[in-house]
């Protein structure tokens, strides 16, 4: 598995039960593709490679982090940490 971020990022998604706590790309790429409220834009596709690309070691987890959180805000999803 990735390393985990550094720092967590902690958000309310609309069809989770409760705030979801991210410090994996891993864990940020499964819920961009199976719970996002959105399937397109530019943000979430660029979430999606940074996220497997952090995976594999061809990036590092802070920038798929920083494009996570673009992605978080692009679908206007609360974030609260």
């Known amino acids: 598995m990735s390393t985990a971020w550094g720092e967590c990022v902690i958000l309310d ?7 979801q706590i991210v ?3 891993a864990y940020a790429a499964q819920l961009l593709i199976y719970s996002w409220p959105l399937d397109h834009g530019r943000a979430y596709g660029a ?3 940074a996220c497997a690309d952090a995976m594999v070691g061809t990036c590092t ?3 798929a982090r920083i494009a996570f ?13």
Request: a negative charge; proline letters at 7%.
């Open 47 to 49: 979430a999606i490679n």
């Open 23 to 25: 410090w994996h790309p």
């Open 69 to 81: 959180i673009a992605a978080i805000n692009e679908a206007k999803i609360e974030m609260l940490a």
């Open 61 to 63: 987890g802070a920038h």
């Open 13 to 19: 998604l609309p069809d989770l039960d409760g705030v």
